[in-house]
């Protein structure tokens, strides 16, 4: 059964960082593509970050480049969000969501393309 559980989140204050985990059971990391996406209220989910299959491709939408690096641990069947720079516009529920997406393709950018989902995690940026 695949499950993904997202941990990290929390209350940090304007310019700080969070890591933000998804461990994955029920499959392998080296099969699936990995995203992050997140949904802030009274808007729509949008993507944040993605890492392939193969790990050698990732992608990031332009408001996180240079902020959040995503990374994974093979061995411990887990990726990572690394959230840095943070700020008020970055609070919003996380969610990590996996694909069946052999090669090394880029991940999928759209959320519809994945097919299973984590139950989120809260980060809220404010001083």
């Known amino acids: 059964q695949v499950q993904l559980v997202e941990s990290g989140g929390g209350l940090v204050q304007p310019g700080g960082s969070l890591r933000l985990s998804c461990a994955a059971s029920?499959?392998?990391?080296?099969?699936?593509?990995i995203g992050w996406f997140r949904q802030a209220p009274g808007k729509e989910r949008e993507g944040v970050s993605g890492i392939s299959s193969s790990g050698s491709s990732t992608t990031y939408a332009d408001s996180e480049k240079g902020r959040f690096t995503i990374s994974r641990d093979i061995a411990k069947n887990t990726v990572y969000l690394q959230m840095n720079s943070l700020n008020p516009e970055d609070t919003a529920v996380y969610y990590c969501a996996a694909v069946p997406h052999p090669g090394i393709l880029e991940p999928p950018s759209d959320a519809d393309d994945y097919d299973y989902w984590g139950q989120g995690t809260q980060v809220t940026v404010s001083s």
């Open positions: 029920g499959f392998t990391l080296d099969y699936y593509a």
